[in-house]
């Protein structure tokens, strides 16, 4: 019997946690996120639609142009202009675009560029035509649901989910076997193997510490507190869960490893590209990032070499999985009689064949779950990894319209500074639940 991806279901209440972050709102029954979704009108006429990836890497270009070229083949009418972004550069591109109407008609959005562009008032609310897809019930709920409660007072389908971007840990297989060292099941074990494993000229952990290093850590710090809602105790308390002293500790424990040599000296600026550099080209032991590395990583190691290992467990036991979602979005600059073809492009991305294409070319966990994954091993991994008991679903609070301003010009250079030890854990988590409280208050004041 084929393997499905169905036991992903065991996510579908995990993520709902997002819409409960937004406290006792109540969702608006007609959205108001930008123009209203446009009526689609059916052509034979030639139709011509622009699609930007949020990351123009070789990889990402690889899994969209090829797509392109397979629907070209069956809807010779329809011509997809694809256009690539540097991922450091997107935010601003896409922002330009919106403040200046040079949206293109779709895109491929991260999760953090979905909040992006909601607070840009230029997403088309798909959930209207995502009802009439026959093929809706096999699309995965937990990531729906994502997209649905990134914004608990306007409900909408803000993105169509094609994959998640589930989290594990990569490893030196031989390196451990050769030392006798059994993958860190548990945070605590993480930290000691990352001291042990820093010898021979390498180092325990490739940290990210530069672009996109508030990603990891504000999940570890999630993981680490057992923390689903950052605002839990706020009514009781004023504070957030940075304001906690397992926070504290958390957070001391996670930037030893950067400040106290387990980790390549030059890892304060090292972003995901250098932060899998120094993990492939064998210069550190482990390395935390999601599915979409190991094409990546696999161009340099073998898989006698790889190994990948599930998100270690908290001191209660409980595994946190960031299982994010991408997707397409379609702009609310496009035409009527472009909306049926950017559709329709959707639900071809939505077929198996072309969900396993995607998940094979760039990784991550396929939204589809009738996709077979027999042959992915490390697919496979993740997925028993997610299925597994005393699992939740690690999400941001993404309904906060200011969060990537917070992660980016706060969050960012704190974590930068302390590797540097120019700023002390206790006075940074102090700066981020003040600031965290801005931008909440801002959110239940609209």
């Known amino acids: 019997m084929k393997r499905t ?22 969702p608006q029954t007609q959205p ?16 011509k639609l622009t699609f930007w990836a949020n990351d123009g890497s070789p990889q990402w270009m690889e899994v969209w142009n090829s797509a392109v070229e397979r629907y070209k083949a069956v809807n010779p009418n329809v011509t997809i202009e694809t256009f690539g972004i540097p991922w450091d550069t997107a935010v601003t591109k896409f922002t330009t675009a919106a403040a200046t109407g040079t949206l ?52 909408g389908l803000w993105t169509a989910p094609m994959f998640g971007s589930t989290n594990q840990i990569w490893y030196r297989k031989d390196w451990f076997e050769k030392e006798g060292i059994e993958f860190p099941r548990t945070w605590d074990e993480f930290f ?12 325990g952990y490739s940290f990210r510490g530069g672009s996109g290093n508030w990603n990891l ?38 930037i030893s490893i950067a400040a106290d040599g387990y980790a390549p000296p030059t890892c304060v600026s090292n972003g995901y590209t250098e932060m899998i550099a120094e993990f492939s080209s064998g210069n550190a032991a482990m390395a935390w990032h999601h599915l979409q590395s190991a094409p990546l990583i696999l161009e340099k190691l073998t898989p006698d070499q790889l190994g990948y290992g599930p998100m270690p467990r908290n ?3 409980v595994r946190f999985v960031s299982d994010e979602p991408q997707g397409i979005a379609v702009f609310n600059t496009i035409s009527d009689e472009n909306l049926e073809a950017a559709f329709d492009f959707i639900k071809f991305l939505w077929t198996p064949e072309e969900q396993l294409s995607i998940v094979t070319i760039a990784g991550g966990v396929p939204s589809n779950l009738k996709t077979d994954v027999e042959g992915n091993e490390y697919l496979k991994a993740a997925l028993n990894a997610l299925s597994e ?30 590797i540097l030890k120019e700023l002390k854990p206790e ?9 965290a409280i801005k931008v909440y208050e801002e959110y239940l004041s609209e």
Request: proline residues 5%; aromatic residues 10%.
């Open 427 to 435: 006075d940074a988590l102090k700066r981020w639940d003040e600031e």
């Open 217 to 254: 850590t504000l999940h570890f710090l999630m993981s680490y507190t057992n923390t689903s809602d950052w605002f839990a105790d706020y009514e009781e308390t004023g504070h957030t869960f940075f304001a906690k002293p397992e926070t504290l500790e958390g957070l001391t424990k996670w």
């Open 5 to 26: 991806i169905a036991c992903l279901v065991t996510l579908v209440m995990l993520v709902t946690m997002l819409a409960a972050c937004g406290g006792t709102s109540t």
């Open 389 to 418: 008991e005393n699992v939740k679903a690690s999400v941001l609070p993404f309904f906060l319209k200011d969060l990537q301003r917070f992660n980016e010009q706060i969050v960012t250079p704190d974590i930068q500074a302390m």
């Open 192 to 203: 000691e193997v990352s001291k042990s494993m820093t010898k021979d000229g390498h180092y």
């Open 104 to 155: 293109p008609d779709m895109a491929h959005l991260a999760a953090t560029l979905t909040q992006v562009m909601m607070a840009s008032d230029t997403l088309v609310d798909l959930s209207p035509l995502f009802e009439k897809y026959e093929g809706k019930n096999d699309i995965n709920q937990g990531h729906l649901n994502f997209y649905y409660g990134m914004n608990p007072k306007v409900k």
């Open 32 to 47: 108001n996120q930008g123009a209203s979704t446009p009526e689609p009108s059916k052509s034979s006429e030639p139709v």
């Open 315 to 317: 001191s209660e036991g």
